[in-house]
Each structure stands twice: as structure tokens, then as C-alpha cells.
């Protein structure tokens, strides 16, 4: 190998040239906010606006295109290469509530109801319908109340604009469940939107990008690539006057806000440090785009800001080794498809219902065994047999028939199996902490195999609930494990998510660990979508919006697009609050 | 771990006695591994095919669906990097799946299923050229059809071009990569020739 050209691939390379990863650059972004010109710093700078909007995903497209609605005059930075964010990669579904679609079907929305189980959703341990607020603090209530009220406003208004066309998210297999289910909820009002193609089919997050991006054109707004925020530039007031960023490569850029700054900048989840801190446990992978690091976290604290659900993610399972090996983990696993299939941690024993959302299923990665200290569920095996490895073939991450994949384990046996698995964990313990099987991991398997048999030919799960909800139900019968056509095995009749394991093998395992779509922790905002400093107050000029704040709607996930509803209703307010705000004096 | 890179893979092998290497065969943006499994059951010299599967699924909601249904068909497929505005690959995505590929020629001479020639269509063309750039002494031949050479700033434009290892670029726009059977034969013909120890 001549010694000039070795070969190889660095994909940390890679990601420094992509505008993330960048450690040198993470420090100085770290560094205070700069002194302003009433301290002495000459503020000189590169270009001059209204108002900066800071990312280009949902949120910031959002609020760029409503701050120019309001008169103002806009420019984006977007740290990345790519225009979009993570909802570029995203499904593009948007959970609002009170669309005037609901309306035109006959479906009267009603608000208090709505509101009360949203809030309980949210915080089910302040949840009290008889009290006020239904028992939740003002700040908590405001923001819940502001997205019902102005959620649909905000995509209804993007319609008028021409900037984002909506169509019910339904059309594809009829309406879906939500993922909380409110008590006495006798019937499914599906409240999610998908962006409608021009002709006329749904799109995905990279046709709602598409749209978004049009509209910033038609609009004549500036996005400047490849630019990523390192710090905001206050005057003597204290006011947000401007944002300093570093070009990839280049050198630093000032452009000045006259009226506000809005940052949609996205969570943390590719921040190392930020993770280690502030996540409840290990997160191996993220589907976010590899620059989301969390840049608002460090800009905000430099200003005071109060930070606020810094714990939280929108949480998804990723498979293990493939969250090892991509600096944007491809895929979740928004259900394990099968359903002569079950999730066991080390010991051998099923620990959650394995067809409940992502969202709550991957808390149960986060379980702490006290006694044996450690992290008990850190990764679990979702184990099936041949038929739900024919019957399911292709279902993510089941692969297709006629393909391998390395991440399948195999054994004719159940004690073949567990050698497998086991010896696969051995092979990345240096990454994982060392897990390994426990050693009664291969008698216990057989026995929980047992019990599942027994409780899935009653179709009862009495362990944790299996296929008792319409969640569970729906999702896994109409989109995650609907049969393959010419399958020789019939599907299970008393509970379609259950059905005994064949007592012959081949069996298989999938090591799922814990990821994220993103974290949704970051500074706290008001109503306003203005970003608080520690006393409750609002930093004047600045606003957030998407993953880079605290989650409007708390740690929870409503319904699919329980991301990117909150996204576009707080990025409206965002921008339009930004542009409304009155110019500021530099001195 | 047993495998070094955990892609999902259709592989084929050579059933004759004069087998002559490995094609490492990687689809277009859209598509997914059976893709080149026609062109390469096309050409008369005897390979053993691996053609892998980009990770990242266009349709990140129904990567599931089988692509049969018409209702999911035109979202189907997979790709193996983002692109820019100009059209450039996204560096990360495509620093990624460079290193899957770097991975799985490492796989097959680790096994002593060498050489191993690259052949990429559309956007696998772009990762092919991007692997005879970074990866020139692991292969014996690219072949290349319908696509760019990467063009990322600061990656690309610091490596030496790959001259001394055999790359045929094949543009004919083709909307089946069958098309391209005589031309990709002829080029691998003329390197089998030229091949002696499994090392170009």
C-alpha cells in the first residue's frame, strides 16, 4: 500500500465537512455571549435584517415564512449542507387538533375534552380534571391551550400563502389511533396531516420541505448554507441585536437582527456531552441529522436562559449494530413486526408490551436494576420464530426473503439462539458496557416462550396487555404486520398481535437498543414562543421553536407528527412575534 | 462482530469453475438490492454477485411495504446519501455508506473472494467512483453507469485522481441498466485479462 494514498474511509471526516462533529469549533461556540457595544466590542457587521431565523427544518421554515408574512425582512442560517433539517427525513406528518378538515367531516372537536386529554397525556401525574388548568401549572397549561388554539390556524395559514398544501394523513389505510387514548373514547379521530403533493397524492417531511423551501423563494427570503450559529450579540440593553456564525470552513459572519432572532436549531441528540448529562440513560443512535449537537443549548445558557425537559426525547428503538455504525442512525423500529414474536431483556423475560408506541416503548430501555446495578433492559431481543420471519418478511427491520442481514441472529434452537446472541454481544462489549446474556438466559427463554404460548392461544396477554389497545391493534394489523401475500401460515384469530412460537426452529433475534428522532429538552418559552431567562422573564428579541426548546407538550408524543405539530404552530408564533417586535438600537 | 458491515445483501454465487472475482454491485437512489441482479446475470464471465441495500429508506414510514402495492410504490426504495441544492452528496450520509462499501471489499478479500470489482448505477455509480478515489488498492475495477464522480469540498478535491486503477464510466442515460451489458462485459473482459494474483 503506497504510504501517500492509505486507504481508508474516516467517517468522522466526513461528518466535520457535513458541519457537525466539529470539536474545536463546539468550544468557542461554548464561549459567552459577546460583550456589546455598550461594553466596548465594536459590533461591525457582514448584513442586516429583521429578523434571523436559525435552521431551515419545520420550525424554522415556519417561522421565516410568517415573519415575512408580517412585513418582515428575513434571512435563514442553516448549519448543514442539505435545506430541512430532520424533517427532511422525517415521515411529514403533523398532528393538529381543530383542523377545519375535522369541520367540513362533521366532526365537532371538543375543546375542553381535547384539552384535558392532552394535558393528561402531558403530565398524568399533576392530571385532575376537577382543578383548574386540569391540575397543571400556568406556564405547563398556556402552552398546551396555545397549540390546540393556534395549531390549525398556523397550517391553515400556510395553505392561504400557497406555502404548504395539507391533506388528511388518513387517506392511506383510513384513520389511525393516537398513541394516548383518552378514556371512554368511543370513536377514532385521526388528527393527522400530510402534505399533499401537486398531484394530488400525499408527500412526505421531504415534500413538506420542498413546499416550505418554494414558498422561502417565491419570497425572495436569503438562506445562507453551511453557516452555523455560534453566539448572539445583545446591546446595552441587553437586547438581542444580532447572530454571529461560523461559515464551514470560512470565517465568522455577523448579520444583524433589528427586530429578533428565532432559533430552530434542533435537539442534541449528536452531542455527546449533552447526552452523557442530561439523558436518563444510554442513547445509541438517533435518527436527527448529524448536526443536530444541541448548538442552542450552550448560546442560551451564556444569556441566563432557563432550560427545561433537558431529560426528554422523542424517544424510538434503533437496532443496535446499526445505530453503531451510521452518524444518523437510517431507520427505527416504529413497531417490531410479528406477532409469534416477543422483546426479552438479558435475563430472558419479556418487560413491555412490545406494540405500544416507540415513544413509551423505549422508556422501558431505561429501567435500573438496583441490585445488580446496571441498567437491566439496555438492550433487548426481540426474538421470533420462521413463520413471523416469512409471514412479516420485509417489515423493518425484518429483511425481505431472498436477503441477509448480520444484525439477524440465528439458531436452529432456543439454546442455538441464545450462543448466537451472546456471542455477537461479546463481539461489540466494548461498546455496550459489556453486556452479555445472564447465564440462565437460555433456560429461562424456552419458559417465557412457554407462558407467551399459553397466553397467546387465549389471545389474552395478562402480562402487559398485548393488542388490548386499539394502538396495538391497528398499527400492527394495518401497517407494521399485515400478512405477505402467498403466505402458508394464517394469522392469529383472538388477538391479531398474538400467536404462539413453533416448536420447531429456526429462531432469530434482533438486538433493539435506545435512540431517538431527536431530543425535544432546550430553553424554555412562553406562549409567545419568546425564550425565558431564569427568572421567568423573556430574553427581549429571541424566540424558539421545534426540537432546540423545552417540548411545548412536555415528554410526550400525542399521536404520529407529534413532533412537527408543535413545530409549525410555535415556529408561526415564533415568526410572527420576531417580526412584530420593535426595532432595537445598537448602542 | 462476525460481519464488518451490517448491510442487508442479496448475494449470488459463481456456479461454474471459472469464477473470476467478486462484483460488488450498488443500486440507484430508488431502488433497492435486486436492482443489478439482471445486468450481472447478464454478463458471460462468471462472478459471485453481492449487492447490498443502501440503510436509509425513502420512505421512512412504509420502508416495510412491499413494493407491489401500488399505493406505496412511489415511495418506495432506498437511497445511499442526501444531496444539496447542487446536487452534491451530503458529506455525512455519504461518508457513511463509503465506509459500508469499504467495509464489505475488506469482507470479501478477508474471505479470499478477490478481486473485487465495483460496478454502482446513478447514484451507486457516484459511490463507486467515490470508493476508486478513496479505496483504489482494495479494488481490481469500477465500472461506472450513469453517474457522477462525488464532488464534495474539501474531500474530494484532495485526492489524487485513481490513476493507475481501471475506471469506466458508461453514460447513456439508461432507464434499464441492462442496457448497459456489452459495455460493462467488455470493460471487465479487458481487466479479467490483466488480472493475475487477485491484486491489479
Redesign the interface.
Known amino acids: 500500500m503506497p504510504p501517500e494514498r492509505a486507504s481508508g474511509v474516516s467517517r468522522r471526516d466526513f461528518l466535520g465537512l457535513a458541519g457537525a462533529a466539529g470539536a474545536a469549533l463546539a468550544t468557542s461556540a461554548c464561549a459567552s455571549v459577546t460583550a456589546a457595544s455598550g461594553s466596548g466590542e465594536a459590533l461591525v457587521f457582514d448584513f442586516e435584517t429583521d429578523v434571523v431565523v436559525v435552521g431551515s427544518g419545520a420550525a424554522g421554515a415556519v417561522a421565516a415564512l410568517y415573519a415575512h408574512e408580517r412585513g418582515a425582512q428575513v434571512l435563514v442560517l442553516e448549519k448543514g449542507p442539505v435545506f430541512g433539517g430532520t424533517t427532511a427525513k422525517s415521515g411529514g406528518v403533523y398532528w393538529i387538533p381543530n383542523h377545519p378538515i375535522e369541520r367540513e367531516r362533521g366532526l365537532k372537536e371538543p375543546r375542553e375534552a381535547t384539552l384535558a386529554a392532552m394535558s393528561r397525556a402531558s403530565y398524568p401525574l399533576l392530571f385532575n380534571a376537577s382543578k383548574p388548568r386540569f391540575g397543571l401549572p400556568q406556564h405547563e397549561y398556556d402552552l398546551i391551550e396555545t397549540f390546540y388554539d393556534r395549531g390549525a390556524d398556523a397550517v391553515v395559514g400556510l395553505e392561504k400563502m400557497g406555502a404548504l398544501v395539507s391533506m388528511p394523513a388518513d387517506v392511506l389505510v383510513g384513520p389511525m389511533p393516537d398513541y394516548f387514548e383518552p378514556p371512554n373514547a368511543t370513536k377514532i379521530v385521526d388528527r393527522r396531516y400530510w402534505p399533499r403533493k401537486p398531484d394530488g397524492s400525499f408527500g412526505l417531511g421531504d415534500e413538506m420541505v420542498r413546499q416550505l423551501k418554494a414558498g422561502l423563494e417565491n419570497r425572495k427570503v436569503p438562506v445562507l448554507m453551511g453557516h452555523r450559529a455560534q453566539r448572539l450579540l445583545r446591546n446595552a440593553k441587553s437586547e438581542i441585536v444580532g447572530v454571529e456564525a461560523q461559515k464551514l470552513g470560512g470565517q465568522a459572519v455577523r448579520i444583524r437582527a433589528r427586530r429578533g432572532v428565532v432559533f430552530a436549531s434542533g435537539g442534541y441528540t449528536h452531542n455527546a456531552d449533552l447526552v452523557l448529562n442530561f439523558q436518563p440513560g444510554p442513547v445509541f443512535g438517533g435518527c436527527a441529522v448529524p448536526t443536530n449537537e444541541g448548538d442552542f443549548v450552550a448560546i442560551s445558557e451564556s444569556l441566563g436562559a432557563k432550560l427545561g425537559h433537558m431529560q426528554s426525547a422523542w424517544r424510538a428503538q434503533v437496532v443496535l449494530e446499526q445505530a453503531l455504525q451510521f452518524s444518523s442512525t437510517p431507520d427505527d423500529v416504529f413497531m417490531p413486526p410479528g406477532d409469534s414474536m416477543i422483546l426479552v431483556n438479558r435475563l430472558g423475560v419479556r418487560v413491555v408490551d412490545e406494540k405500544t408506541n416507540y415513544n413509551e416503548r423505549t422508556r422501558v430501555h431505561y429501567v435500573w436494576d438496583p441490585v445488580r446495578h446496571e441498567w437491566i433492559n439496555l438492550l433487548l431481543f426481540m426474538v421470533y420464530d420462521q413463520r413471523t420471519a416469512e409471514l412479516f418478511a420485509g417489515r423493518f427491520p425484518l429483511p425481505p426473503a431472498g436477503t441477509s442481514v448480520p444484525y439477524v441472529l440465528r439458531g436452529n434452537t432456543l439454546a442455538e439462539l441464545a450462543k448466537a446472541i451472546d456471542a455477537r454481544l461479546e463481539a461489540l462489549a466494548d461498546r455496550t458496557g459489556g453486556a452479555r446474556l445472564a447465564e440462565d438466559f437460555a433456560k429461562t427463554l424456552p419458559k417465557t416462550i412457554a407462558r407467551w404460548n399459553q397466553l397467546s392461544a387465549r389471545g389474552v396477554d395478562e402480562d402487559f396487555q398485548r393488542g388490548a389497545g386499539v394502538y396495538d391493534r391497528d398499527w400492527h394489523a394495518r401497517i407494521w404486520s399485515f400478512a405477505n401475500p402467498g403466505t402458508r401460515h394464517a394469522l392469529a384469530e383472538k388477538n391479531v398481535t398474538m400467536h404462539p412460537f413453533s416448536g420447531r426452529g429456526p429462531y432469530y433475534a434482533i438486538m433493539l437498543a435506545a435512540g431517538t428522532l431527536d431530543t425535544n429538552g432546550g430553553p424554555v418559552i412562553n406562549r409567545h414562543a419568546q425564550v425565558l431567562d431564569a427568572a421567568g422573564q423573556p430574553i427581549p428579541g429571541l424566540y424558539g421553536a421545534g426540537n432546540c426548546i423545552a417540548s411545548p407538550t412536555g415528554p410526550y408524543y400525542f399521536a404520529g407528527g407529534g413532533t412537527l405539530g408543535p413545530a409549525v404552530a410555535f415556529g408561526c408564533i415564533a415568526g410572527e412575534g420576531a417580526a412584530g417586535e420593535p426595532p432595537k438600537e445598537l448602542a | ?3 464488518r ?7 449470488l454465487r459463481a456456479t461454474g469453475r471459472e469464477r473470476c472475482g467478486t462484483l460488488l454491485a450498488l443500486h440507484s437512489d430508488g431502488a ?3 436492482e443489478l441482479l439482471p445486468l450481472c446475470a447478464a454478463l458471460e464471465a462468471e462472478f459471485d454477485v453481492l449487492a447490498p ?1 443502501a ?10 411495504a ?1 413494493p407491489d402495492d401500488p ?1 406505496w410504490r ?2 418506495a426504495g432506498f437511497s445511499w446519501f ?4 447542487a446536487g ?1 452528496p ?7 455508506s ?3 462499501v ?1 467495509q464489505l471489499v475488506l469482507e470479501l478479500l478477508e474471505r479470499g473472494d478477490g478481486p473485487v470489482f465495483l460496478l454502482g448505477y446513478r447514484e451507486g455509480a457516484t459511490l463507486a467512483l467515490g470508493a476508486a478515489l ?5 479494488l481490481d475495477g469500477v465500472v461506472a453507469i450513469d453517474g457522477d464522480a462525488p464532488e ?4 474530494s478535491d484532495r485526492l ?1 485522481s485513481a490513476a493507475d486503477l481501471p475506471v469506466a464510466a458508461i453514460r447513456a442515460d439508461y432507464t434499464d441498466p441492462r442496457g448497459a451489458a456489452d459495455a460493462v462485459a467488455k470493460f471487465l473482459d479487458a481487466r479479467l485479462g490483466g488480472v493475475s494474483d487477485g491484486r491489479g
Open positions: 462482530m462476525n460481519a458491515s451490517q448491510l442487508l445483501r442479496r448475494e433497492d438490492s435486486s441495500q440503510s436509509r429508506s425513502r420512505n421512512p414510514f412504509l420502508s416495510s412491499p399505493r412511489a415511495y442526501r444531496r444539496d441544492d452534491r451530503e458529506p455525512a450520509s455519504f461518508g457513511d463509503l465506509w459500508q469499504q478513496a479505496l483504489p488498492e482494495l464534495i469540498p474539501g474531500w489524487a
